[in-house]
């Protein structure tokens, strides 16, 4: 592993989430962008299935290590997510950290974004990046300006726009696949999901979900967002008591880290399928689904739609039709992966590791 770095913000305070263990990534890049003065950090995992690919994440962060240990957890998430996936690309993410209590205006996150494309030119085309959480396809075009290694540009300059209509389409897609394994029947008719977060996708899912039938409880830190619920008929619940409700499915689709052992403690639901990264507090959070009986969609599995569609539409000869097959099987990986965890005795975590893994194997 290489790390490069330039000074970076005083520390005001020690991120206890941050590994103590050197990462077993390939490449960490951290710096100082010298337009912006943000510490941005790009952490590629592994590039042994091909290109890392895997987001920017624009966010605040109380110190800017806690930006780093972001950037490890996800960067090897898109390692997993993209070998189950069945992609030709390695696991990367990079995060620019904003301080606390700083807001930026339009100017300074241009500049952060000349900054972003800078560090990941830097890294010869080891890590490609995209939007993701604070960003958008119009910031990756900024990016565009400092370098070639990103994808998901508007599409009036020629690019895929956001995938964010492709995640949800396979959360979707996980979501029925999940009923039909709990339940026996993929019908989604009558059945109770919470949806915790009604952001870019959380919003399309309830949409979604609402004209399949489905009965919605929602929740969202933004106030603004009831304004869906009421749309959609959908029950609104302060977001601290979302996974107390008693439904069939819960649906983490904000930050990573909700499911604790006090949530999963609390839940009174028969699965969570959610378009959220990280959603386990920690690995053994995987084992305390398990013993409770409830079943867990791997995130890295259900919410591949994006990132699939992001390298598939890139593609100059990408067919639509078979995009959207691809994305619409990732419902079949997840009933492969709840299947293996119940034959095996194992966790779905496990499971899904076991799937990713054998086919970066496969690839020495």
């Known amino acids: ?30 710096t100082r962008g010298p337009r912006s003065g943000l510490t941005i950090i790009v952490a590629v995992h592994s590039t042994r299935l091909g290109q890392a690919l895997g987001g920017a994440r624009l966010w605040r962060y109380s110190h800017w290590t806690d930006g780093l240990a972001d950037a490890l957890r996800l960067s090897q998430a898109m390692t997993m997510k993209n070998a189950a996936a069945g992609l030709a690309r390695g696991g990367g993410k990079s995060v620019v950290a904003i301080p606390a209590g700083v807001t930026l205006d339009d100017a300074q996150k241009r500049d952060a974004m000349l900054d972003l494309g800078d560090a990941v030119e ?6 490609m990046t995209a939007e993701d959480v604070g960003t958008s396809a119009e910031l990756m075009a900024v ?24 995640t949800a389409a396979g959360v979707h897609a996980s979501i029925i696949a999940t009923l039909g394994h709990v339940f026996g029947s993929t ?8 949806i915790s977060g009604l952001g870019q996708v959380g919003g399309r899912l309830a949409r979604s979900l609402a004209a399949a039938g489905a009965r919605l409880t929602v929740t969202d830190v933004a106030a603004d967002k009831r304004a869906l619920a009421d749309e959609l008929g959908a029950a ?3 977001p601290a008591d979302a996974h107390r409700v008693e439904a069939d499915v819960f649906v983490p689709c904000g930050l990573g880290g ?7 403690d609390e839940f009174r639901v028969r699965a969570v399928v959610g378009a959220a990264n990280n959603q386990l507090a920690s690995r053994d959070v995987a084992r305390l689904l398990t013993e409770r009986r409830i079943v867990w969609a791997p995130d890295f599995v259900v919410n591949a739609g994006g990132v699939i569609y992001l390298d598939v539409a890139s593609e100059p000869d990408a067919d639509q039709a078979a995009l959207d097959a691809r994305i619409a099987g990732i419902g079949e990986t997840v009933v492969a992966v709840l299947r293996d965890a119940e034959q095996r005795g194992s966790t779905t975590l496990e499971a ?7 086919r970066l194997d496969a690839a020495r």
Do not use: F, K
């Open 122 to 127: 830097s890294l010869g085309g080891a890590y």
């Open 1 to 30: 592993m290489t790390i490069t770095h330039a000074p970076a913000p005083p520390a005001a305070e020690v991120n206890a989430a941050l590994p103590t263990e050197a990462p077993d990534h390939e490449r960490v890049l951290i």
């Open 258 to 264: 909700v499911l604790t052992p006090e949530v999963v």
């Open 187 to 194: 019908d989604a008719t009558g059945r109770h999901l919470v």
């Open 236 to 238: 609104w619940v302060d």
């Open 352 to 358: 899904a590791e076991r799937l990713a893994r054998a």
């Open 143 to 166: 990016v565009h300006e400092r370098t070639e290694h990103v994808c998901g540009l508007p599409a009036e300059q020629g690019g895929v726009g956001e995938p964010a209509d492709a």
